[in-house]
């Protein structure tokens, strides 16, 4: 699974609130879809949970369904406190997990 | 009673022509604008991103510059000229091309056109050439100036069980109309930012698709046979479309319904 | 012979429709079975708990009115909030009315967000509502709406 995190805008001071965009490659599957040669069911697959960490400390957990989009986006506000690492683990139904991390850091 | 049903029927369709005047049929410039900032956090920058790395392990700009006889640093504008001819292949090829040409130059595996490498790749490529102008010259000698005229004929040629061109949506004098819900592009308009933001993020399909793909997904859904990928017939009809949007910003990737 | 009794049979199947559409839907939501398939007044109750549900124009809910094409549709929703920690979001969750399943995504949200924002992009099966409800730290729950439209654009 492929991810990419961006902080908007990039540069910030402590105290900002800044929106963090995670994006994540994964095909979402409705597991409603036919195979279209067999005409078997794609079974289900899709983002189930997500969280938002900074500096190890919980700041949004997302629980997801297989309703948002392929290579789904998920955004949201963060209230820059200061340096740190900010780290978001996206998980699947499948048991597949994904840890990626950026570093915040506020400029003055 | 058989005037009279006529008549009732045409009273029920002026009523319902009324009906649907009233209601919106495509989208505002407010959903226009929701769109547009899918533009900042696009799928395909991911694609794009490991296109840069797959093409760098395979020949690497420096390796990809010198096949092409030109400077790294003059890549971007270089680039921007697409598609073009190049004297080591003796003909106008497509960026795709290229990279199949640098790959065998360099005795490595040449990556297929349509596969998913060659996707990323050849996006990877003409995203150097972002912020560049579309420069593609189709005068430059006479491979561009018989592209030139073969393109317009496969633009405009009437093929399949329909009897359907590109023309038949894409002339200039049907712009605006309306194809199921969606307004039909002025290919050459900046608005439109047609061939300059190709390879890009299909919405329908969720994947990135080059180009010359998406023309092909045009004559399948107009019923015409595909013109196969690398044949001197799409690499004319890229430069026919491409050079509509001369000097329009390149842009890649983009996001596309 | 044979076309006629199809079109009564099909303009009668067309009538039940008009008259009975829970019945139409029960037969659709029976056809379309997905293991995590839940309708619209089930979710909410899971939300709230049987709470009300409130409509507040603190909760903003952007999303196109008429979309391309369902498979991207973006959606953002903001609440209005102090986000300090006694008075915060605790939870924004988005529900496609329509959708087999109609949950998209409940965020969870803390003070350390500073502000009660998701943005996200879901798929609709068609033309419905998107709904958004914003569950309060002090045990309320607040929602928004927007009709979006899907139609079918251009060529392939």
Redesign the interface.
Known sequence: M???I?I?PKTYAAGD?V?I?F?A?HP?E???RKNKDTGALIP?EYIDEVKFL?ND???????????????????????V?GAGTLKVIAKDNKGQSVESTTQITPKG | MRSLSITAALVCLALLNSAFAEEKLSMSDADKAMYAELL??N?A??DV??GEQLFGELIGTAGYAKMLGVKEKDLPKYIAGFPRYVEPAKKVVTLAQTIQMAAAASEKPVPKLESKEMVKMSAYVKSIANGQKTSIDVKANKHMVEMMKLGQEVFEERRGGRGLSCNNCHSMDIVGQRLRMQPLPDLGAKETAAAGTWPAYR?TQ?QMVTLDKRMQQCMKNALLAEIPLGSKEIVALEVYVTNKTKGNAISVPSVKR | MERRSFLKGFGAAAACAIALPHVASAAEEKK?A???AMNFETAVAAITGGKALTPSAKVKMEAPEIAENG???PV?VTVESP?SDKDYVKAIHIL?SK????????????P????????????LGGTQDVVAIAEMSDGTFLTAKQNVKVTIGGCG
């Open positions: 492929k991810t990419l961006k908007k609130i929106k965009d994006m490659m979402m409705t597991g409603m289900a900074f400390t919980l700041v949004t957990k997302m629980v997801i369904w297989e309703s948002l989009s392929v290579n789904p986006l998920m955004s949201i506000s963060f209230k406190p | 900042d956090n799928p920058e991911m991103a490991e919405m969720s | 379309s997905s293991p995590m498979a991207v549709v953002k986000m496609a959708n087999g399943n109609v949950r998209c995504a409940n965020i969870y949200l803390t350390a967000n500073g502000e009660a924002f998701f943005g996200t992009r879901i798929k």
